[in-house]
């Protein structure tokens, strides 16, 4: 006697059809090939992450413990810091962008999908409410998997003897902003495909999918190739950071690692001779000095001050 | 039964269908006949619930198919002209999207699925994606998932393109079958001698409007011709078809 299958809901059931277009190709052939791409497509995505992390990482124990010997201003750990949470920020955008326009042509309904349940006793909103589902698990697995490895690597490395409740909101601070970071790119290119399907029809869908994939694919390369050495060009300066999306939300880092911060951010309006003017507006910069040197329990204010910074106001 | 009253489609200026009535009872084969263009397929697409009419109405047993839409579309059964499918899913995949989401059982539905692909001869390719089917293979899963869920309606539009010869034989007397067995079937196509086959009555469409409609034996009686084709071109045919032949044998040969 076999045990009776439970019947799915039409929702669940188109929900997960949805779902499985978002990783299919013509060459997929079973649940086990889908499994195996999804997995394939984690490793691929959070591997450049981590890579990402080993480089950048380094630079900044060093500009610690330079800081700490005086051998340089502490603001250099600040906007180190502030530097690598705008990197692994655009990272997340980055990423999630690569993966959205890899699955353009499931971003939203096409003919196909029409004429394959237009005929089906399915109602309009079990429709779009599966294809809703299906959108935001799909950003929910990818931005949820990126942010999570993201903030608790970051976490680890720039609260080092810095305590669980620093520890805790690096973390959580990173992972939300990254989060916030992805579902936005996430949700403007679905807009975008929208938008172009409306606007352009399904030839112009089609034409606009590969130009961007190859758009993404580019940014990802160039972000794991050259950080971080592309924040040692001169034209990466707050003029050019400054509208980047990823620094909105590095914005939303620094309002949760530190809600009190605009005094310290005003404290700070005077520019440092050594930092990007970007990094000037990091309400963190100078708290992350503050919290390892009561963690050290020795002042370890640099001897040697650029003479620009010697006139700001003291910091905390 | 299904009785189509008045129906009207508009494309904006375009008339695509101006005031068709008909009815098809159950146990009937209802064939819809006319050049492209004459509106075959939107009056198809209305009666499958996939387009709403400008004007007119659909009643099933007296009822307007509007009023409950879902209901309705859950007893049609639709084999459409294009062979639009999730091409990468595998046969019985598809059949097993479909069926769930008609609701079909699970325990019937992989049991019906399996007999299906057997009967239609592609149960050796169950395993090989959609994409890799033939033509007349996707047909065959086109007609599999419109009959799944044992519908009362079927609406075939051009059900027999890309099959073999033998497949097509067996489906025309499926066809007829099922219209036996009390099915109310509504039959689109080019082929004429197929509807001929097929068909109890025909309605025949020019410009989005009826110029005949009877049994394929009043039709001929009436206009006095020995089969439908000859019906067909007296009732649709404005051209020479020889004049119209020479023409593009001349126009393929020009230099």
Aim: charged share 15%; net charge neutral.
């Amino acid at each position: 006697m076999t045990a009776s299958v439970p019947d799915r809901s039409p929702f669940h059931v188109l929900w997960r059809a949805f779902f499985d277009q978002f990783f299919v190709n013509e060459s997929v052939t079973s649940d086990q090939h889908l499994h195996q791409t999804i997995v394939w497509i984690l490793v691929v995505v959070l591997v450049p992450g981590a890579f990402l992390l080993i480089m950048l990482l380094p630079e900044f124990e060093e500009a610690v413990i330079h800081a700490r010997l005086g051998l340089a201003p502490p603001t250099v750990v600040d906007d180190l810091l502030a530097w690598i949470a705008l990197s692994l920020t655009t990272y997340s955008m980055v990423t999630v962008g690569f993966l959205t326009v890899m699955a353009w042509n499931a971003l939203t309904f096409d003919r196909r999908d029409a004429m394959v349940l237009g005929s089906l006793p399915l109602r309009s909103r079990t429709i779009l409410g599966a294809k809703l589902a299906a959108l935001a698990t799909f950003v929910g697995i990818a931005a949820l998997s990126i942010s999570a490895v993201n903030a608790v690597m970051f976490g680890l490395v720039t609260s080092n003897r810095l305590g669980a409740v620093v520890f805790l909101t690096h973390v959580v601070s990173m992972f939300v902003a990254n989060l916030g970071a992805s579902v936005f790119i996430f949700a403007a290119i679905v807009a975008l495909r929208g938008v172009v399907t409306l606007a352009g029809g399904p030839w112009l869908v089609a034409a606009l999918g590969p130009p961007l994939q190859f758009l993404f694919i580019v940014f990802t390369l160039c972000l794991v190739v050259l950080s971080p050495a592309v924040w040692q060009i001169s034209f990466v300066t707050a003029s050019l950071t400054d509208w980047m999306p990823p620094a909105w939300f590095v914005g939303v880092f620094e309002g949760l690692v530190d809600p009190r911060g605009r005094s310290i951010r005003h404290s700070n309006s005077q520019p440092t001779c050594d930092a990007p003017s970007w990094g000037r507006r990091s309400r963190s910069r100078a708290l992350y000095w503050c919290r390892l040197r009561n963690s050290t329990g020795r002042c370890a204010l640099p001897s040697l001050r650029p003479p620009c910074q010697a006139r700001s106001e003291p910091r905390t | 039964m299904l009785e189509v009253r008045n129906l009207t489609k508009h494309y904006g200026a375009l008339r695509a269908v101006e005031d068709l009535s008909f009815e098809v009872r159950a146990g009937e084969v209802l064939g819809l006949l006319g050049p492209n263009g004459s509106g075959k397929s939107t009056t198809v697409k209305i009666l499958t619930g996939l387009l709403k009419p400008t004007g007119g109405s659909v009643h099933v047993d007296g009822t307007d198919v509007l009023a409950n839409p879902q209901a309705y579309k859950a007893s049609v059964g639709y084999v459409p002209e294009e062979p639009h499918l999730y091409s990468y899913l595998t046969g019985p995949e598809y059949l097993q999207l479909i069926g769930r989401l008609r609701s079909v059982p699970e325990p019937v539905l992989d049991e019906k699925i399996d007999r299906f692909l057997h009967l239609l001869g592609i149960y050796d390719d169950r395993y090989q994606t959609l994409s890799s089917y033939s033509k007349g293979m996707r047909q065959k899963i086109l007609i599999a998932a419109a009959l799944l869920h044992n519908p009362r309606i079927v609406v075939l539009d051009e059900p027999f393109s890309g099959l073999d010869v033998t497949a097509a034989r067996i489906l025309k007397a499926f066809v007829r079958a099922i219209a036996a067995d009390g099915k109310i079937v509504v039959f689109s196509s080019h082929v004429l001698e197929v509807v001929e086959q097929v068909c109890s009555r025909v309605v025949i469409l020019k410009d989005g409007r009826t110029v005949g409609h009877d049994s394929v034996a009043n039709l001929r009686a009436t206009l006095a011709l020995p089969s439908l084709d000859a019906v067909f071109a007296a009732l649709v045919t404005e051209e020479n078809v020889d004049e119209r032949s020479q023409a593009l044998v001349e126009a393929m040969k020009a230099r």
